[in-house]
């Protein structure tokens, strides 16, 4: 039996797929495709963005007018991702359930995961086992205990992987569903209450909105955020192109967002976009998808450029 290691591991899926994994860049710890395993950092630290873009990208073209093509996309691995972010595509699997695209992109990518080191245990989920069978993953590896690291595989594709590896020391989790017992966990219960407290309470969410400058970083940042625009733009004529539809990332935030026809707009004030980010992510997401729209990894958090805490939105909440 052949020893595992993580290089052995990249090497393997370097010669198989694209490979996207953490990589320290300028003193940031990002997601990005790589072309060598001493490209990937060892750092177990959760990486400033999130799996989102290589499986939602900014901007696709959905079909062509007249060709009407989905685009095949290429194999791809995505090395690193953490419990929340795994928590975070659990929740997008299920919104583009019926979308062909993403799930093109998706049944075309081979999820590698592991445990990082919490900066806010109180906030930030940790690693658990039992975890592990709520959350879709081909292979998992917990390198957060002394010793050598321990493997889970989530699927057949995991088992294949670390077969040809020739590496059977691993620990098989089936799938058990989302959600246990088919309903909201308490603590998400509990935080969905306390957003539902403060819905109507303008002069709380004035408040906590008075320094946002709706620049949308929390919303590019969040591993769960998806708002998008739908985008016609027509081909020349003389060289008998046709016209495309495309997908583009969008924001909550932004001014336009909420605007419709006859200059009316639903979101008008900061406070109330605000307020529709957090419905979204605490009542609406949970009462549709029986999920959070929060995975608490504090991105928004971070890179704010005038820090809008969500600890402290939600403990105001609490109190109020």
């Known amino acids: 039996m052949a020893k595992f290691t993580t290089a052995k591991l990249i090497d393997f899926l370097l010669k198989e797929y694209a490979v996207i994994a953490p990589v320290e860049k300028e003193g940031e710890l990002l997601f990005q495709k790589i072309n ?17 873009q290589f499986l939602l990208p900014h901007e696709e073209v959905l079909f062509d007018f007249i060709k009407n093509p989905i685009k095949q996309t290429f194999a791809q691995a ?17 919104m583009f359930a019926k979308d062909p695209h993403y799930q093109n992109r998706r049944q075309n990518t081979a999820i590698i995961g592991q445990c990082i080191v919490p900066d806010d245990p109180k906030f930030l989920s940790i690693f658990e086992e039992n975890v592990l069978e709520r959350l879709k993953f081909d292979i998992f590896i917990d390198r957060c205990k002394n010793g050598d690291p321990k493997i889970f595989t989530g699927s057949s594709l995991g088992q294949k992987i670390l077969d040809k ?26 935080l969905k209450e306390q957003i539902k407290k403060v819905v109507n309470n303008k002069k709380f969410w004035k408040e906590f909105a008075k320094e946002c400058i709706l620049c949308g970083k929390c919303t590019v940042a969040c591993p769960t955020c998806y708002c998008f625009d739908l985008v016609d733009e027509g081909g020349e004529i003389s060289k008998k192109q046709s016209g495309v539809r495309k997908r583009r990332l969008s924001s909550c935030f932004y001014e336009d ?23 979204h992510k605490f009542i609406r997401t949970p009462e549709r998808e029986q999920l959070l729209g929060c995975v608490g990894c504090l991105r928004c958090f971070r890179v704010c450029p005038v820090g809008i805490d969500i600890r402290k939105i939600l403990e105001a909440a609490k109190k109020a």
Do not use: C, W
Not at 171 to 188: Q, T, Y
Not at 269 to 274: G, H, P, Q
């Open 36 to 52: 060598a395993v001493e490209d990937v950092s060892s750092s177990l630290q959760l990486p400033k963005n999130s799996f989102k």
């Open 165 to 190: 590896l020739k590496f059977s020391d691993y620990e098989h989790i089936d799938f058990k569903g989302a959600i246990e017992g088919g309903k909201l966990d308490a603590k998400s219960q509990k």
């Open 257 to 279: 967002f909420a605007s419709v026809a006859g200059g009316e707009n639903f979101l008008r004030t900061k406070a109330e976009r605000l307020r529709n980010y957090y419905i």
């Open 78 to 94: 995505i090395f690193g991702i953490s419990i929340v972010d795994l928590k975070a595509l659990l929740l997008f699997d299920q």
